[in-house]
């Protein structure tokens, strides 16, 4: 995750570089994309629960998945987050919140349907992890600049920046190629962390629970359930935060995934079992 995240640093170093060679002002541009950035922070959480259909239960509602969280979030040292139920049928789960002390967990009714209490423990663990990762916080921060290279790239093709004519010199060119590049360098890269912190919070659900058995038994369980394709479409734009993506038939290669594949993270699972027996 380190390396990842300095090579995308290098690279708008390198695109920041670029536009105050060419003489591009974009005060205004930054700024605006940073107020964008800020809002979505702000008002991910709730836009997520509406994508879902999810709705905020209390300890009175669902007693049993209230006490399993509030567990699982002092076992990982965390203000106790918001937890949400969503009524589709598909079985999965997310977490999502700007930092721990403002966070919601939320799972599906098909997930507390299919799961047994040890593997769903497994599963919130997961979440709890992202939490304290502070993953929603990191990734909001890296699509933040993937999108102001994206921005400066539009500017930069319609002669936008520094009040240039699009046909006045080498400059617009260089900045719309580089900014072409950073943008579809960095959107391999933010692919690649995602992955890293999937497999970052599976390691802190075992270190959690102290079963890495009960979240590898969940994502085998998960992996095999079939998801019905109207809520694939229905919650396409979540995919990235689910704990196992739903793949229709033909999906893309594990480059443009935002999971690695699951029988990886099962086996990694599968060693620091093997370790922690043999502690």
């Not at 836009?47 to 979030?73: F, I, N, T, W």
């Amino acid at each position: 995750m380190l390396i990842t995240l300095s090579l995308l640093a290098l690279l708008y170093v390198v695109l920041g570089g670029v536009i105050v060679a060419a003489g591009g002002g974009l005060a205004v541009m930054v700024a605006l994309l940073g107020v964008m950035a800020l809002g979505q922070l702000w008002l991910s959480e709730r836009l997520a629960l509406r994508a879902m259909h999810a709705r905020v239960v209390s300890a009175q509602d669902a007693p049993g998945l209230h006490a399993l969280v509030e567990r699982l979030a002092i076992q990982a040292d965390v203000p106790m987050p918001r937890v949400a139920i969503s009524d589709l049928p598909m079985p999965n789960a997310f977490a999502m919140g700007r930092s721990p002390k403002h966070a919601t967990v939320c799972v599906t009714t098909g997930l507390l349907q299919l799961l047994e209490r040890n593997e769903l423990e497994g599963v919130l663990a997961h979440e709890i992890g992202h939490i304290r990762n502070r993953d929603v916080a990191l990734m909001t921060m890296v699509s933040f600049f993937a999108s102001l290279a994206a921005l400066v790239g539009q500017f930069a093709a319609f002669g936008g920046l520094g009040g240039r004519d699009r046909d006045s010199g080498p400059g617009l060119a260089v900045i719309l190629l580089v900014s072409l590049a950073v943008y579809v360098i960095s959107y391999f890269l933010m692919l690649a962390l995602s992955r890293y912190r999937e497999f970052a919070a599976d390691r802190s659900a075992a270190l959690f629970t102290g079963r890495p058995s009960a979240l590898a038994s969940a994502l085998r369980r998960l992996e095999s359930a079939p998801a019905p394709q109207q809520d694939l479409r229905q919650v396409a734009s979540m995919q990235a935060f689910f704990i196992v993506p739903p793949r229709a038939a033909g999906a893309l290669s594990r480059v443009f995934a935002t999971h690695p594949p699951t029988q990886e993270r099962i086996a990694r699972l599968a060693q620091m079992e093997s370790r922690l027996q043999a502690a």
